[in-house]
């Protein structure tokens, strides 16, 4: 089995020479390593760390991370595809150990990995570590508690079902990553690697695209309409909106303190649960309880 590694990025040489230089410290390499530049800069590979195989797609415009990802998977050569975002990183067992669940395990078509959390300020310090589950995520688990998964550069897919399933719907502008991990799962079985094994960054600046938490509710409503028929039948339509409304709470903690009190008391009132409690604590106790809220 040929793995592929796709790096989306824009306009951050620095941090995707980072990302390709940890891929490239693995003890198992890839095939080929596909970089999707979406409207940066031109990349040519002399600016890159040396490797033997490089597919470099420069789009002249951005096509948005949904459509740049789908171009890098249909461009690549592997059956096993490894998702890294350009201000992400692997450790040196991320590419092995996600292969060994593939090889192990013919049913599963989706592999992931727990996260280590750092600063953009210092790339180098552990602030807090996510460990994945270590049974087996189903459709049902994704729908009633959310991303589990988590972030694309913690999965792996075998390319078949990736492109069975779909893809990554373009239309999407947050939570693209979950809405598809749901499909896959309708699909294939979904494991972890029982590792914590990508190095996530969160930046200091707060721009990431998942601190924006007006954009959960617009695709949260768009994923609802989607899967309507299912969140009714498996009764899970109450705990979807709990898990939504927790995490947009806790993403508005940065910004409104107003938001976050409503969007927690919205999240208990849909399915009463001491997490959205918790909530309610003032925002600087909210940080020592769970970093990186």
């Known amino acids: 089995m040929k793995i592929s590694i796709i790096i989306t990025t824009k306009n951050r040489q620095q941090y995707l020479n980072r990302a390709v230089e940890s891929v490239l410290k693995n003890s198992m390499l890839p095939f080929d390593i596909v970089i999707v530049n979406d409207g940066g800069g031109i990349i040519e590979k002399d600016v890159l760390p040396e490797f033997y195989n490089y597919k470099i797609i420069n ?51 989706l592999v992931y990995t727990g996260v280590q959390f750092v600063l953009s300020s210092d790339l180098t310090k552990v602030k807090r570590i996510k460990s994945a ?16 998964v988590g972030p694309t550069s913690c ?9 069975s399933a779909g893809m990554f719907d373009e ?4 939570m693209q990553d979950y809405e598809l991990w749901i499909r896959m799962a309708r699909c294939c079985n979904v494991m972890s690697d029982g590792g914590v094994n990508v190095i996530y960054t969160i930046h200091s ?14 695709s949260a409503n768009y994923i609802a309409e989607k899967f309507k028929s299912d969140l009714l039948q498996l009764r899970l339509k109450n705990k979807f909106w709990s898990m939504v409304y927790f995490r947009v709470a806790l993403s508005a903690s940065h910004v409104s303190t107003t938001d976050k009190m409503k969007y927690a008391i919205m999240s208990f009132l849909h399915r009463p649960n001491f997490k959205s409690l918790v909530v309610l ?3 600087f106790i909210l940080k020592k309880i769970k970093p990186f809220v």
Do not use: C, M, W
Request: glycine share 8%; net charge positive; proline share 2%.
């Open 171 to 174: 239309k999407l502008h947050a």
């Open 133 to 148: 589950s270590n049974k087996p995520v189903s459709f049902h688990d994704l729908l009633a508690n959310g991303n589990s």
């Open 281 to 283: 604590l003032p925002t």
């Open 155 to 163: 999965a792996a897919v075998r390319k078949s079902i990736f492109i």
């Open 59 to 109: 789009n002249h415009v951005s096509l948005g991370g949904n459509k740049a990802r789908n171009q890098g998977v249909l461009a690549a050569s592997g059956s096993l595809i490894y998702f890294l975002d350009d201000d992400d990183a692997y450790t040196k067992d991320s590419i092995s150990e996600k292969f060994d669940v593939f090889k192990k395990n013919k049913d599963v078509g």
């Open 205 to 218: 600046s707060g721009f990431q695209v998942s601190s924006k938490y007006k954009k959960y509710i617009e």
